[in-house]
């Protein structure tokens, strides 16, 4: 039985102290989030579902560094973006597996079955992310993990240079130029297709 009375910061010293159950509730917890930070980075179910796996062993083997940890949802995003920026150069120069909505997990489609559009917005809506997602595939790997974390997944500067273990002039820096290559990626394909 869940135990949704304890903080993380609880259930993080217990399981730093060896209580498997409270490791159980902190996945329980996560998932959800470094599944849909890993999927806005790979764009792949199958590889977001690995970075999951892999995040939480990960978790797990440093058990007792946890008693050391200040801010568990930083540090946990920490290994899932470092972890999700190997995939992205391992894959480089790969080709990528395209995936419809039907591969995804229920819950995902059912979220998004309930944005119901009309045929026409769905095609510009899908068109658009698309070239958003092409755009974003060129970006440098730290580049385009600064965007999508601030950008589609709303995490601030300050948080964003705790996950990445950088300066946040570093994070202002790399989401400026990102967006600036992207408009002009953006851009150009558009003066292509006038």
């Known amino acids: 039985m869940r135990d949704m009375s304890k903080t993380v910061p609880e259930l993080v010293e217990s399981f730093a102290k060896g209580d498997q159950s409270a490791f159980a509730e902190l996945v329980t917890r996560y998932r959800k989030k470094v599944y849909s930070l890993a999927y806005q980075i790979l764009r792949n179910h199958l590889d977001a579902d690995e970075v999951v796996q892999e995040t939480f062993v990960r978790i797990y083997r ?21 972890y999700s920026i190997d995939l992205l150069r391992k894959r480089k120069g790969h080709s990528k597996i395209e995936e419809d909505s039907s591969s995804l997990p229920g819950t995902v489609q059912l979220d998004l079955a309930r944005r119901v559009v009309t045929p ?34 709303g995490y601030t500067k300050t948080e964003i240079a705790g996950i990445l273990e950088c300066p946040e002039a570093t994070v202002r820096s790399n989401l400026h130029i990102a967006r600036t290559k992207l408009r002009k990626i953006l851009k150009h394909k558009h003066k292509r297709k006038e």
């Open 62 to 82: 440093r058990q007792k560094e946890l008693a050391n940890v200040k801010y568990f949802s930083t540090f946990l995003l920490r290994i899932a973006t470092n």
């Open 120 to 153: 026409s917005q769905k095609f510009e809506s899908k068109r658009l992310g698309a070239e958003i997602e092409k755009a974003l595939d060129r970006l440098p790997p730290r580049q385009k993990m600064t965007a999508i974390l601030h950008d589609v997944e």
